[in-house]
């Protein structure tokens, strides 16, 4: 099946510094991307629609000048934690939609825990 | 609103058969996934249904029926790896995918 590679797989950072996660689409161009936030024991929660070309559509409540995307091209999007706070310590995924005719199933990536200290 | 149910645990034994039931409500509807999800990984897919009726793929089903709003996802032979948590997803008419909290399986030897 198709795949999504995401990197880096752990970051520990300071407070105050940026983190920089990426997220590959190794076999397929993918238009539009999600990412993804998940705290403990919580579900995941849809942070922002990165569509290439365009800017993201950011879901209620989400910053969009703490959580950059860029999706530059149709393999890569890439979300940026600006002056990381430790609230902002969660397990980050993205995912990639592959379309086949008027479906699409998504494929995730392994994910990204950052730990701000 | 748009609202996803399904348990919140559920406990089975080795070689037996579970069935984890989600109910949705959603603004248009594009489709029913399922994912599993193991504790500290990202989830992978398991399962898509579009039209109604049972999707079979080895061990695991998944039902659809679009009217009553109603998905289930059945895993047969259950094995100790299966302990996972199954999260039952809709996609809207915006294909946003709307999760349910997810179902914590505990399989007993």
């Known amino acids: 099946g198709a795949v999504v590679s995401q990197h880096p797989s752990w970051v520990i950072c300071k407070s105050g510094t940026s983190v920089k996660i990426e997220c590959r689409s190794l076999?397929?161009?993918?238009?539009?991307m999600f990412w993804y936030r998940q705290f403990p024991k919580q579900s995941l929660m849809l942070m922002a629609t990165?569509?290439?070309?365009?800017?993201?559509?950011?879901e209620q409540g989400v910053e969009k000048d703490k959580f950059l995307i860029n999706h530059a091209s149709l393999t890569l999007s890439t979300l940026t934690v600006t002056s990381a706070h430790p609230e902002d310590s969660s397990f980050y995924i993205c995912?990639?939609?592959?379309?086949?005719?008027?479906?699409?199933?998504?494929?995730f990536g392994e994910g990204s825990r950052l730990t701000v200290l | 609103g748009q609202n996803i149910d399904q348990p919140t645990e559920m406990t089975a034994t080795e070689g037996a058969i579970v069935q984890i039931n989600c109910t949705y409500q959603t603004s248009g509807f594009n489709g029913l996934f399922w994912y599993q999800q193991h504790a500290g990984e990202a989830p992978t897919f398991l399962s898509y249904?579009?039209l109604d009726g049972l999707e079979e793929k080895g061990r695991f089903s998944s039902f659809l029926s679009r009217s009553k709003g109603y998905s289930y996802l059945l895993l047969k032979e259950l094995q100790m790896k299966d302990s996972a948590s199954y999260l039952c997803?809709?996609?809207?008419?915006?294909?946003?995918?709307?999760w349910g909290a997810g179902t914590k399986l505990i399989i007993k030897p």
């Open positions: 995912s990639a939609r592959f379309l086949e005719g008027d479906t699409g199933e998504l494929f």
């Open positions: 076999d397929f161009q993918a238009t539009t």
């Open positions: 990165s569509n290439e070309g365009s800017k993201a559509t950011y």
């Open positions: 249904n579009v």
């Open positions: 997803a809709a996609l809207d008419s915006n294909y946003q995918l709307i």
